[in-house]
């Protein structure tokens, strides 16, 4: 990090004042749920992890997808009293998370690997109808920023077909931030227009991938968001790799602004806490579950 990115200020018509930004006598601690990301290898024992946490929301990220899983995940969200907030669903192939091979290997933009990723994506709609999970969730991929980009062309019909498959279905598609400007995926999501395309709008990728600051994508995609991860971080200093992930609220996202805005939009989602710099452990996510609970009932 920089002293000069440290030092970047808002512009004035977006200094939201987190105290003026909270609705007077506002429930949104009943609705907004604060989870955690789960596998999906062993349903039982994950979900069950969920609840022993104390969490009432979860992620479930999958890969391969092994016969029954679907009514075993169903049977143990119900017994556990756990709220599936998406499927997240990647592959095959490799993705590397740089700015040097993420747009080649990264989503549904590369042609490489799209039919396989379409499919896959299709079994994961299939498994979210029959498991009671509303939505499925991935990163798509460094959505190109002109429209008339060949494979931004490509990339919105592919969607169009996606997204209506997954509408058929009763099925929500969620795309997460970071790869694109908050603009572009906003494009993106209208161009495709199938109805059924939201946001799950991480917090910290905006600055990782440097693209925006997270406040400001809000105006931009504020509407359009259902599910929150969250996570902290800073802005690259080598521009071949994304910026460093760090513990919340250390980085550079400004939660209590962030929190305050999305209360003003009547937010009902969920606020996921990822944790990409080592395995979850407990002790950090009731930590950061009760810093959250703090900015929603504040």
Same mark, same amino acid.
């Given at each position: 990090?920089?002293?000069?990115?440290?030092?970047?200020?808002?512009?004035?018509?977006? *200094?939201? *004042?987190?105290t003026a930004m909270t609705t007077p006598g506002s429930k949104m601690?009943? =609705?907004?749920?604060?989870?955690?990301?789960?596998?999906?290898? =062993?349903?039982?024992?994950?979900?069950?992890? /969920?609840?022993?946490?104390?969490?009432? %929301?979860?992620?479930?990220?999958?890969?391969?997808?092994?016969?029954?899983?679907?009514?075993?995940?169903?049977?143990?969200?119900?017994? *556990?009293? /756990?709220?599936?907030?998406?499927?997240?669903?990647?592959?095959?192939?490799?993705?590397?998370?740089?700015?040097?091979?993420?747009?080649?290997?990264?989503?549904?933009?590369?042609?490489?690997?799209?039919?396989?990723?379409?499919?896959?994506?299709?079994?994961?709609?299939?498994?979210?109808?029959?498991?009671?999970?509303?939505?499925?969730?991935?990163?798509?991929?460094?959505?190109?920023?002109?429209?008339?980009?060949?494979?931004?062309?490509?990339?919105?019909?592919?969607?169009?077909?996606?997204?209506?498959?997954?509408?058929?279905?009763?099925?929500?598609?969620?795309?997460?931030?970071?790869?694109?400007?908050?603009?572009?995926?906003?494009?993106?999501?209208?161009?495709?227009?199938?109805?059924?395309?939201?946001?799950?709008?991480?917090?910290?990728?905006?600055?990782?991938?440097?693209? %925006?600051?997270?406040?400001?994508?809000?105006?931009?995609?504020?509407?359009?968001?259902?599910?929150?991860?969250?996570?902290?971080?800073?802005?690259p200093t080598d521009p071949y790799l994304l910026g460093k992930e760090?513990?919340?609220?250390?980085?550079?996202?400004?939660?209590?602004?962030?929190?305050?805005?999305?209360?003003?939009?009547?937010?009902?989602?969920?606020?996921?806490?990822? =944790?990409?710099?080592?395995? =979850?452990?407990?002790?950090?996510?009731?930590?950061?579950?009760?810093?959250?609970?703090?900015?929603?009932?504040?």
């Amino acid at each position: 990090m920089t002293t000069g990115m440290a030092a970047m200020a808002l512009p004035s018509f977006i *200094n939201i *004042n987190a105290t003026a930004m909270t609705t007077p006598g506002s429930k949104m601690k009943d =609705n907004m749920k604060i989870g955690i990301i789960t596998g999906l290898d =062993n349903p039982q024992e994950s979900i069950r992890r /969920v609840r022993d946490f104390e969490f009432d %929301a979860c992620q479930v990220s999958a890969g391969e997808f092994t016969p029954g899983i679907a009514g075993k995940l169903k049977a143990a969200l119900k017994e *556990n009293d /756990v709220f599936p907030v998406s499927l997240i669903c990647h592959g095959p192939g490799p993705y590397v998370w740089d700015f040097k091979r993420g747009p080649v290997t990264i989503g549904l933009v590369p042609r490489e690997y799209r039919a396989r990723r379409v499919e896959r994506l299709k079994q994961g709609v299939d498994i979210c109808a029959e498991a009671g999970v509303p939505a499925i969730h991935a990163h798509f991929g460094f959505i190109p920023e002109f429209p008339g980009d060949e494979l931004y062309i490509e990339f919105v019909e592919v969607m169009k077909d996606l997204g209506s498959y997954a509408k058929k279905a009763g099925i929500d598609i969620y795309f997460e931030t970071g790869q694109e400007t908050p603009v572009t995926l906003f494009r993106a999501i209208q161009d495709i227009g199938t109805g059924n395309l939201f946001v799950n709008y991480d917090t910290a990728n905006l600055i990782l991938y440097g693209k %925006a600051n997270p406040l400001d994508g809000l105006i931009i995609l504020g509407d359009l968001i259902k599910s929150f991860h969250i996570k902290d971080g800073f802005y690259p200093t080598d521009p071949y790799l994304l910026g460093k992930e760090a513990p919340i609220p250390e980085g550079l996202v400004d939660f209590p602004k962030i929190i305050a805005y999305m209360k003003n939009l009547n937010f009902k989602g969920s606020l996921v806490i990822e =944790n990409e710099m080592s395995s =979850n452990t407990r002790d950090y996510l009731i930590k950061t579950k009760k810093y959250l609970e703090g900015l929603i009932g504040g």
